[in-house]
């Protein structure tokens, strides 16, 4: 039984790879495509950024349809239509499909991920919840972090379209798995949209959502822009920076299975410090970013760092509304998204105005408002103790 509850946790984690590779591996090549297609960078920057928006506005509503249908039907359902949208992305030389072809698989990536999320927590008893959920979470950062350097050495290594290939592979090989060795899971207890949707006029709900807002703007807003900071600020070469931007995918793995036994033994206490310590790590880098060495660790830090945040924030919106997972998975999707798109346009700002070093600050800014949000729902949960943390 153990060994089938861990092969269902690692077919979720693949199935998560998959669909995180599908929207961020085309990052790696963007230029390669814009040149294919015959348009701009900035025009094939839509390849991105409307798979993001379709998850944003997918996130509360489609999971909510599809929770009460048997999950492996659902999750096979979504990766036909992912891999589907990739081979048509393979063979298709219109940018407009190709676009519409990742876009419509976008609307059910909060789906797959979400159910992947919940399924991973109820196939293990609650105490070992954030464990298995975290065992998931790695097939996030290595979506994040292999897919951009695999689909970008086979592009220049190989071609464009065997590039292309890949995304469809991983989501052929987790469809086959998921046939052959994910048994059918009916929902054994449906839940109305009503008593789901009863949960956004929860205060608890709602100030889970900004602090996830903020920590995750904290975190993504920066990151975004970290190659640029350290080519400008640290003044690091070409080849150094791709080093330190693996090094911090590395280290998000690391920050995955550190967060399984933090968030099992003190839950409360790792969200509450959670805020504070990424606060003072910001703080120093600011003032060791022109040496080389030191922000290297800085980076190997708050790349583990990182990796327990996408797991402070999935366990601090779940925990609000543990009896509609599958929405409530769906809501830290939206969350996450929004967070770092206000981010990343906010430290946007900041560079545009004052300089890439004090952006910063403006995950310092996010990191108090995200705590003050987790201070205020800790004491309205001490007093009305209406949820379980």
Sequence with gaps: MKNSKGLLIFILAVGVFGILNTEMGVIGILPDLALYFDVSVSTAGWLVSGFALAIAVAGPTLPLVFSGIN???????????????????VFTESFTVALIAR??????????????????????????????????????SAGMVLGVPVASFLANAVSLQVAMSFFAIVNIFTFIATILFVPSMPVREKLSYGSQLKILTKGIT???ILAVIFLNGAVFGIYSYLAEYLGVVTQMS???ISIMLFVYGAANIIGNMIAGNLLTHSPTRTVIYYPVVLTVLYLVF??????????AVIILIWGILGGIGGNVNQYWIMTSAPKAPDFANGLFLTATNLGTTIGTAIAGMVIAQIGTKYILFVGVAALILGF????????????SKSASV
């Design 71 to 89: 999950r492996k039907k659902v999750m096979l359902l979504v990766l036909v239509i992912f891999i589907i949208g990739n081979i048509i992305s």
């Design 286 to 295: 600011f003032f060791v970013a022109e040496m080389a060495i030191p922000t």
């Design 238 to 240: 070409a080849n150094v």
């Design 103 to 140: 876009v419509i698989p976008a609307f059910f990536h909060p789906v797959y991920v979400s159910m992947a999320l919940s399924v991973a927590a109820a196939s293990v008893s609650p105490n070992e919840a954030p464990k298995a959920v975290s065992k998931v979470f790695i097939g996030v």
């Design 372 to 383: 003050i949000c987790v201070l205020l729902r800790n004491t309205i949960y001490s007093k």
């Design 206 to 208: 709602w100030l889970s």
